[in-house]
């Protein structure tokens, strides 16, 4: 069983897909892929896109699928972050708590793991509708660099300890109505004035 993530598989996420062969995590990408799409995530529309097209033309992503075997042949079993049975799982169980992540966005694996470090923001943070964790979430993702990723992830534990159930200054996720575009790309760039 070995471990290959979204982004692994060209997508934009930390998700992570198991399986015994490349062709259960592809799969496995694929579906995801197709949940994202019908939930109107526009962030995995790009490789959603892409992957269609790989069922479309076969041969033209033979290189792709070469390539993809090969990375996966690579892997250690298990995967990145362990998998069932290794020694390194059992012996950190806070690794296995499942947290809840938002209405579109996932929980990334650094917010997750801020989270895990710290009880109270935790606590506040599944106490959270769905719909508060997705904006926060959506504000820690849309961070262009990894400097303010990290600002963002400690603010949410700040303002979470604060009392706030929403960021601070944050448009709201755009992500969540269905049909707004192929791409962040194409959509109006606002100046958001964000507090970082
Ligand atoms: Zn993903
Ligand atoms: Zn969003």
């Not at 934009?12 to 994202?36: F, T, W």
């Not at 448009?171 to 575009?181: D, F, L, Q």
Request: hydrophobic content about 30%; some cysteine; overall charge neutral.
């Amino acid at each position: 069983m070995k471990t290959m993530t979204c982004r692994q598989l060209g997508g934009p996420c930390d998700l992570e897909h198991r399986g015994e062969s490349a062709d259960d995590v592809i799969n496995a990408q694929d579906r995801h892929l197709k949940e994202a799409e019908k939930a109107g995530d526009a962030s995995h529309q790009e490789a959603r896109e892409a992957m269609k097209g790989r069922w479309r033309r076969p041969k033209k992503s033979l290189d792709w699928y070469r390539d993809t075997k090969q990375a996966f042949a690579e892997l250690p079993e298990g995967g990145p972050r362990g998998a069932a049975g290794q020694p390194d799982e059992s012996e950190n169980p806070m690794k296995t708590i499942d947290i809840p992540g938002g209405v579109v966005h996932e929980l990334p694996a650094d917010l997750r793991d801020a989270l895990l470090a710290n009880t109270t923001a935790l606590d506040i943070w599944t106490g959270l509708t769905p719909l508060a964790r997705n904006e926060f979430i959506c504000w820690v993702e849309d961070a262009k660099q990894q400097q303010t990723r990290e600002r963002r992830i400690r603010r949410t534990q700040e303002e979470l300890e604060e009392g706030k159930r929403r960021p601070c200054c944050w448009v709201g996720c755009k992500h969540r109505t269905p049909g707004t575009g192929k791409s962040r790309q194409f959509q109006p760039q606002f100046n958001l004035v964000t507090v970082d």
